[in-house]
């Protein structure tokens, strides 16, 4: 858990250059611990990879042979493999998304915060997702014209069930990173972006352009990732709120929390706080690439006051003063829950058990830091 925090500080600082609008930078991040995988079938004939979702990384990428640098023990896809694997040309509006300097394959280079990388050519192939299913939804479609490389999409689709009831669904034309040069020991085969150039915002011309999840905390059991139509959960014990974005930082998603309790007592605050329409950088990032939780100080010092004050558990001080609230595991007392309600109603609350995390040598601690700018909601909560 420290290993995972002190990681999360640079990406908190790199987080923070991106969303500053004098700054105006891009450029893609990811998590390195603690990570949520999905498996997903690559080429024909299928052949499945683990692959790392971040929803703050703008490309899908996969390591590709021949492999110059492949630090992992996983699966690598092989183009030469596949029958429907394709280079995107230079004059392809993808292509031109993703650099200016093409003059024979359309070469891409993904640099994150740990000095990781992926380096190759940006290309297609058909994708394929398995799952457990008595029965399909239906599948509508709202065709546009479109620039991208995806075709027709009743020429992309391939859909079937089989007798055991899981469904495979199979669409080609999607672009993704074919990585040759590769360094990045935390992402498996490779990953799955959630930004502008995802596999949601390739498929928008053709379906509702959402996604949806819910991942139990790890290492328990297995979640699922809920893409276009089946983003919509009608169901009276579901909660939603709106997921915001920001024109100069597409890549990222945004909340809008209202109000935050510890236990029944409000952390006072404007409700207007984290309004990225108001506040500039006093944001709340919703992102896989942020592993624990920070708050601006605005809203975290009198947050750790009341969890001190009203928490019976007696603190103890963190060694290496990373963490402002630890006890050691335990000890008696109750400590309070976290509710985060957001814009439209929706509440989060989190109990105990999502609130610390384990340092190491019985040391239970708060894994939620500081930030002196913007918000994140991280992935470990």
Request: with cysteine; hydrophobic share 35%; proline share 7%.
């Amino acid at each position: 858990m420290r290993q995972a925090g002190r990681r999360f500080v640079s990406y908190l600082q790199y987080l923070t250059s991106v969303l500053d609008e004098k700054r105006g930078a891009k450029a893609p991040a990811s998590g390195y611990y603690n990570e949520y995988l999905m498996p997903v079938a690559i080429g024909s004939p299928l052949r499945i990879f683990p692959l790392l979702i971040d929803t703050g990384s703008n490309l899908i990428w996969s390591m590709c042979q021949p492999c110059g640098s492949c630090e992992s023990g996983n699966p690598i896809f092989d183009p030469k493999a596949s029958s429907s694997y394709k280079k995107i040309s230079c004059s392809d509006s993808m292509c031109k998304m993703i650099t200016t300097n093409c003059t024979n394959d359309c070469t891409y280079r993904e640099s994150y915060r740990d000095g990781s990388y992926t380096n190759g050519i940006l290309s297609s192939d058909m994708f394929t997702f398995h799952w457990n299913e008595t029965s399909i939804k239906p599948l509508t479609t709202s065709k546009t014209n479109s620039s991208s490389t995806i075709s027709a999409f009743d020429d992309m689709v391939k859909i079937s069930v089989t007798t055991y009831s899981i469904v495979e669904l199979g669409i080609g034309g999607i672009l993704f990173g074919c990585g040759t040069e590769n360094k990045d020991p935390y992402t498996k085969s490779g990953v799955f972006g959630g930004g502008t150039l995802s596999f949601i915002s390739q498929l928008a011309p053709f379906m509702p352009k959402k996604f949806s999840y819910c991942f139990p905390p790890q290492p328990e059991g297995q979640g699922v990732m809920l893409l276009g139509e089946y983003a919509e959960i009608n169901s009276p014990k579901v909660q939603s709120t709106p997921i915001y974005r920001r024109p100069f930082a597409d890549t990222f998603h945004f909340l809008f929390p209202v109000e935050i309790y510890v236990g029944p007592d409000p952390v006072h605050g404007p409700i207007s706080f984290f309004d990225s329409t108001i506040n500039g950088s006093k944001t709340f990032v919703i992102d896989f690439g942020s592993i624990i939780t920070c708050l601006n100080r605005e809203v975290y010092d009198p947050l750790i006051k009341l969890l001190r004050d009203n928490g019976k558990k007696q603190w103890v001080p963190d060694p290496l003063l990373e963490y402002d609230l630890c006890y050691k595991n335990g000890s008696s007392g109750e400590i309070p829950s976290v509710s985060f309600i957001f814009h439209g109603g929706a509440t989060w609350e989190v109990s105990p058990d999502g609130l610390f995390g384990r340092m190491g040598g019985g040391l239970m601690c708060l894994i939620i830091k500081l930030s002196d700018s913007i918000s994140t909601f991280g992935k470990l909560m």
